[in-house]
């Protein structure tokens, strides 16, 4: 499978306006985006979807299901949301609309849900491994696609702890991280900012890229960002 999985430092870090950038990037170039989320929950909560946005960023045509296959409409973790609908997330199910939505094209965009150790299934059988009874975590998928990390991060304070976590996290299992990317990256930014990028950039020996402010209603207006996928 060729693509990216987009991470973030956690929840409302900007996973999905930086997956569409990405998509939205690769799409002006020629290629044949399709886009993936594993599990879409706060349908409820005002405001454009997050599988919406990715589609529009790709230029796809895929139909919501395609793109999620669990929506869910309470803005809980996904393992929860499942469970308030009476069912569970199945890994299998989710490598397979994976592999049919990267079949579509021929780059896959697929955006995480919160952070890398967020539980997809709390408690999920595997016969084939010794792992028995495991929680089934975003990181699990992101190893289960072979794909490469791009972590989204805020720019402000806190996040050199935060970003530095999620690398650890990622490599201690295995992961490529390809990019770190700062998002909203200020017109003007402090001290503070210039310097967690730096610092995130040297500890965690890792490319640093900054995303501006985007008008998301119009993609034809974003600034590129190539990442060499
Ligand atoms: N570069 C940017 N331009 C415009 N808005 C941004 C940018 N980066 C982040 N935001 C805003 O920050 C908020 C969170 O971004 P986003 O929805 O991408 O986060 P997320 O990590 O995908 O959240 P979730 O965990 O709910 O999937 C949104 O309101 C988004 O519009
Ligand atoms: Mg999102």
Known sequence: MRGVFVTGTGTEVGKSVVAAAIANTLSTAGRKVTVFKPAVTGLDDPGEA???????????????????????????????????????????RLRTAAAEAAAGGDVLVCEGVGGLLVPLASRVRTPMSDKVDQ???????????????????????????????????????????????????????????????DTIASLGEVDVKTLPHLNLEDPTSWPSLPLGL
Do not use: C, F, K
């Open 50 to 92: 997050d599988h919406a946005l990715l589609r529009r960023a790709a230029g796809s045509s895929q139909s919501d299901a395609e793109i999620a296959p669990y929506r869910y409409r309470p803005p809980a973790s996904p393992h929860l949301a499942a469970e308030m609908a009476g069912e569970m997330i199945e890994p299998e």
């Open 135 to 197: 929680p089934y975590l975003v990181r699990d998928l992101a190893l289960d696609l072979g794909l490469p990390l791009v972590i989204a991060a805020s720019p402000g304070l806190g996040t050199i702890n935060h970003t530095l976590l999620t690398i650890e996290a990622a490599r201690s299992a295995g992961l490529e991280v390809v990019a770190v990317v700062l998002t909203p990256w200020p017109d003007q930014p402090s001290q503070i900012e210039e310097s967690n990028r």
